[in-house]
């Protein structure tokens, strides 16, 4: 690693275009967002990437014998190693060969990969998981997303399809998952799934504490948190939430054994009274219990800053 470089790091959103000009220590020198126009097509979004990494690159100073590249993070499916987006759902694209038309444009060396991962490298680089080769990256919002990094580098399977932890089946014909299997992970572990729990409880206990919120219109992810010391059916949402979180990382751990296993997303913010209960469940199954080692579960730092510093990882070797 040269630490005289650059490196810019994109993070490609449906509505924003959030870039950055990153050292090789993980700051962010410079950054900027502009609005992606995902309506205009492909090559406006393109065009609207290069001119917000010429913005970047003028208005941080850096020279451009000094930046190593572009890296970027892409929702949907992506083959990293074509360059290609495969998929895209949020932008409605298929087969755009992205690397390709920034280069052209930019006369930069371009490295993509899909957002989530490049999330999970970011972390896994200057966040929760600096100090160690070997991560696991878990985001508990809406869905949920992962990210593995194994020897530093982002194992991302054929195609880069892989890595889709949150569709690990951990209860056999269980709740209904959106990818169409029952049972995933996800269909427990995310924050839709611990606002159904929520509900559920509230339409079958009338007495619960929980009715102080109004309605279950108003659940979030933070309601049987909010209530978990007051009212035992919000605590029975929420030990049930952390048992199945567990035993979804405890798979985890017994396949990888990453040195940590980093948790973000909405959930995460619930900190230590997520963490610690989730900690115990999973020393209590990890395999080989006390005498392997142990797994610890940490809550990721960057927050929205990992897209950007991800991005910019891509382009940087740690080996
Ligand atoms: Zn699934």
């Known amino acids: ?17 959030k870039g950055g000009v990153v050292d090789g220590k993980g700051n962010i020198v410079y950054s ?3 609005p992606t126009e995902t309506a205009k097509g492909a090559e406006t979004v393109m065009d609207n990437i290069a001119k917000l990494t010429g913005y970047l690159l003028k208005k941080s100073g850096i020279s451009i014998e000094n930046t190593v590249g572009i890296g970027m993070g892409v929702p949907g499916m992506i083959d990293s190693k074509k360059g290609e987006v495969i998929f895209s759902n949020n932008f409605g694209w298929k087969h755009v060969a992205i690397s390709e038309g920034i280069a052209k444009r930019t006369g930069f060396s371009v490295k993509i990969a899909n957002d989530a991962n490049v999330a999970a490298l970011g972390e896994a680089y200057f966040g929760a998981g600096s100090e ?17 990094i194994a020897g530093k580098k982002l194992f991302e399977g054929n195609k880069s399809a892989g890595a889709e932890i949150g569709h690990m089946v951990i209860c056999y014909g269980g709740e209904q998952c959106t990818c169409g299997r029952k049972g995933c992970f996800e269909a427990y572990s995310s924050a839709t799934a611990l606002k159904r729990d929520t509900k559920r409880a509230m339409e079958a206990h009338k007495d619960s504490k929980m009715w102080e919120i109004g309605s279950t219109d108003n659940v979030s992810g933070r309601t049987a948190f909010d209530y978990k010391d007051k009212d035992v059916y919000a605590k029975e949402v929420v030990d049930n939430y952390i048992e199945k979180l567990a035993c979804g990382l ?7 054994r ?10 995460s913010n619930q900190g230590d009274n997520l963490v610690i ?8 199954e990890i395999f080989a219990g006390e005498e392997g080692p142990a797994c610890p579960v940490r809550i990721a730092k960057l927050g929205n800053k990992a897209g950007i510093l991800g991005a910019a990882a891509l382009l940087m070797d740690r080996i």
């Open 1 to 17: 690693m040269d630490e005289n470089k650059f490196y810019i790091g994109i993070d490609l959103g449906g509505t924003d275009i």
């Open 258 to 267: 990453p040195h940590v296993i980093m948790l973000g997303g909405g959930v």
């Open 132 to 148: 160690y080769d070997d991560c696991v990256m878990i985001t508990l919002g809406t869905g949920v997303g992962s990210g593995i």
């Open 277 to 284: 209960p989730v900690q115990k469940a999973l020393d209590r």
């Open 32 to 34: 900027h967002s502009d």
């Open 250 to 256: 405890a798979n985890i751990a017994n396949v990888f």
